[in-house]
C-alpha cells in the first residue's frame, strides 16, 4: 500500500483485490420420475453457480434430465422438517438504449433559413 510521509509517497504498492459480492443463486436438478432438488449457492454469477453446484453433487450433474439456474432474493430454510421457501429474483425490465449519441441532422433549408442566407 502506498503510504505517505511527510506528504511524500514511499514508493511502495501493493495490489488490492476486489471481488464482487456473491449472490445467492438457486440450482434447480430435474428429474425424470421423482421431484426435483434445489441447492442454494452464493456465487458471484448463473454459470458458476452451476459449476459449483456439479462439483457439489456430481452425481446430478449425469443423471438429471434439466439443471436451472435462478437468482434467489429470499430463502428460508425450516431445519425441523427439512422444507424451504424460495423466492425468485425478478428480471429488470431491460432498459431501452437511447439514440442520444447519434447527431440529429436538420434539413438543409432549414439550416440556412436560421442562418439568415438566402435560398
Not at 60 to 86: H, I, L, M, P
Not at 105 to 117: D, F
Request: proline share 9%; charged share 30%.
Amino acid at each position: 500500500m502506498d503510504t505517505m510521509r511527510n506528504g511524500q509517497s514511499t514508493g511502495r504498492t501493493e495490489p488490492i483485490e476486489i471481488l464482487p459480492a456473491p449472490d445467492l443463486y438457486a440450482v434447480e436438478f430435474t428429474f425424470p420420475r421423482h421431484l426435483g432438488i434445489t441447492v442454494i449457492i452464493p456465487a458471484t454469477c448463473a454459470p458458476m453457480a452451476r459449476l459449483e453446484a456439479w462439483r457439489l453433487f456430481p452425481e446430478y450433474k449425469q443423471s438429471a434430465s434439466k439443471t436451472s439456474v435462478y437468482n434467489v432474493e429470499y430463502a428460508e430454510v425450516d431445519w425441523e422438517t427439512g422444507r424451504c421457501f424460495v423466492k425468485k429474483l425478478r428480471k429488470r425490465a431491460s432498459i431501452p438504449l437511447l439514440f442520444a449519441d447519434e447527431p440529429q441532422e436538420t434539413p438543409k433549408k432549414n439550416r440556412r433559413t436560421e442562418e439568415g442566407s438566402p435560398e
